[in-house]
């Protein structure tokens, strides 16, 4: 299960490359890999749908910090 995740996240960050703001676009398509792979490990509907608005509303226009 936390293996489907982290690949979720791992395939998000990865849409940010060459990316310098996140702009609805990137986001959206960074958020539908979260998004499927929080539904492979059978997290709850609503608790996807929350995270999902939380995380896109905090990202919206967000300079991306090259670390």
């Known amino acids: 299960m936390l293996e489907t995740i ?20 990137v986001i959206d398509e960074a958020l539908g890999d979260v998004r499927m792979s929080l539904r492979e490990a059978d997290v709850g509907f609503s608790v996807v749908k929350t995270f999902m ?6 990202a919206m226009g967000e300079e991306i910090q090259l670390a």
């Open 53 to 58: 608005a939380r995380v896109k509303y905090k």
């Open 6 to 25: 982290s690949k979720g996240f791992r395939l998000a960050k990865a849409r940010f490359t060459g990316k310098t703001e996140l702009t609805a676009d």
